[in-house]
């Protein structure tokens, strides 16, 4: 639908075509775009998809509205079509109303039904965001309540600090969490993350939010055994004040404009935890990216929503070796690369390795006992990344002739850095190594888990060329309630 919103706008008439399933989507989609009254025809989703195996089953479905679809090419539009007056605009401040019953209770079930009624809730009881519970959330940090953060996808909502602390009420954070969430949601509507497609994609993404120093310890985050589970404040409630902000500020709803065909998995709270820094050998994650090693920062990263762990193997029962884990590593991130290379290349379409379908970032957890083993191998986080991207490539002799043209084309395509662009030109010759990741910072090293431990991975694919990052490390800043992150 944005595609057909700029042709209009460029003065070419455009016609939006969508299945039934998908109108909800492309309505929202034409007013968040600034043209309400874009024109788009409806088929069937029963019929489409029954008939879509190929050419000769489909034709007579769209010969059916071939003629609708001229129509709505060559019909100048009228005044009420170029209307924008639907567009609506954010408000300032914070809604309030009344919820009365025989009973507190029955009020409470009142404003929580009435709360998912509006699509501001989130399927689970929340707490009710009176002006004094906003304001005691507000006392965890020192920004304004009307400071600015950014926009948020789909529909380009206003977030601001009250409009978190708000959510943050709902979710039933505490104000020590509140600085936290913000920078979340700093990262979230930072201009150069791409936020609407782990929002809105049919592709099931979500989120990773990974909180690393001292800021975890004092909130008492769950970095240990379970840190992916249930039964923490901080974990929990943090990653929730999250969605509800996304679906209350970006105003997302399932099968509207957020169409995740099989929803998105931990949906209330997205993977929310701590780095184990404790018992980690090495410095902190952030401390990799710039960032100093006493300072408080969280890291948001999309990650593949449908199938979002890769065990490299560990735990209590079986025995490991820390090469055991690390050939497992390499093994997955060669099979998921090479996948990539022989799908795009048979397609006939340009894509270099670690830049597409084959998974850009891998964002790999490896617990605290297996890390102090690749301390003593002499492993930092930096010569491990190197060590697996050394390992996943392939001989220039043993990829198809398909493969070296997808990876020739996605190099025409600009989708490679241009400090990197000579490292495939050199490899794509006789008795070299190609590599199939862009680059060793494509391998994101985060410690966490207890003894025993697992390691694992999420990874997160998109189709180049892409113009926006899917990982963001913010400084946590403002806090008033804890001694790190003011």
């Not at 006493?294 to 593949?304: K, L, N, R, W």
Request: with cysteine.
């Amino acid at each position: 639908m944005a595609g057909t919103v700029k042709l209009e706008k460029l003065g070419v008439p455009g016609v939006f075509m969508n299945c039934d399933t998908f109108d909800d989507d492309a309505s929202s989609a034409a007013i968040d775009n600034g043209m309400p009254a874009v024109r788009h025809k409806m088929i069937s989703s029963a019929e489409f998809y029954k008939l879509r195996g190929s050419v000769d089953t489909i034709r007579p479905l769209v010969e059916n509205i071939f003629d609708e679809l001229i129509d709505a090419i060559i019909t100048p539009l009228s005044s009420e079509e170029t209307d924008t007056s639907q567009v609506p605009s954010d408000t300032d401040g914070l809604p309030e109303f009344l919820y009365i019953g025989d009973s507190y209770e029955e009020a409470y079930e009142n404003f929580n039904m009435s709360y998912l009624g509006k699509q501001w809730g989130d399927g689970l009881p929340m707490v009710p965001p009176t002006p004094e519970r906003v304001k005691w959330m507000l006392s965890g940090t020192t920004r304004s309540p009307q400071e600015v953060l950014g926009n948020i996808n789909p529909k380009q909502g206003i977030a601001t600090i009250e409009k978190i602390a708000a959510n943050a009420v709902m979710a039933g954070a505490s104000p020590e969490y509140l600085p936290v969430i913000i920078s979340v949601i700093e990262a979230m509507t930072d201009d150069t993350f791409d936020d609407l497609h782990i929002l809105a994609s049919a592709g099931s993404f979500g989120l990773l939010i990974v909180v690393s120093g001292p800021i975890a310890k004092e909130l008492d985050m769950n970095s240990g055994i379970g840190f992916l589970g249930h039964g923490n404040r901080a974990n929990n409630t943090i990653g929730r004040a999250v969605r509800l902000t996304t679906l209350n500020i970006g105003r997302t709803w399932p099968a509207k404009n957020d169409m995740a065909l099989i929803g998105r998995l931990s949906a209330h709270t997205f993977f929310t935890f701590s780095e184990n820094t404790d018992m980690s050998p090495w410095q902190p994650y952030h401390a990799n990216r710039g960032f100093p090693s006493e300072q408080s920062c969280v890291t948001v990263a999309s990650i593949h929503g449908s199938s979002p762990l890769q065990h490299f193997y560990g735990g209590m029962i079986m025995t490991w070796t820390a090469d055991g884990v690390l050939d497992n590593i390499i093994n997955d991130l060669l099979r998921t690369s090479r996948r990539t290379l022989r799908q795009w290349g048979m397609k006939g379409m340009g894509v270099v390795p670690g830049s597409g379908v084959g998974a850009q970032n891998h964002m790999v957890i490896l617990f605290p006992e297996l890390v102090e083993e690749y301390k003593k191998k002499g492993y930092d986080q930096t010569r491990l990344q190197n060590e697996i991207y050394q390992h996943v490539s392939v001989l220039y002799e043993d990829l198809a002739t398909e493969e070296v043209q997808a990876i020739k084309m996605g190099m025409e395509l600009g989708v490679v850095p241009a400090g990197r662009k000579a490292v495939f030109e050199e490899a794509l010759q006789p008795g070299r190594k190609v590599p199939l990741l862009m680059m060793p910072e494509n391998i994101h090293l985060f410690v966490a888990g207890g003894a025993p431990g697992c390691a694992f991975s999420f990874d997160y694919y998109r189709i180049p060329p892409y113009s926006h990052t899917a990982i963001m490390t913010k400084p946590i800043t403002g806090a008033t309630l804890t001694k790190a992150g003011i």
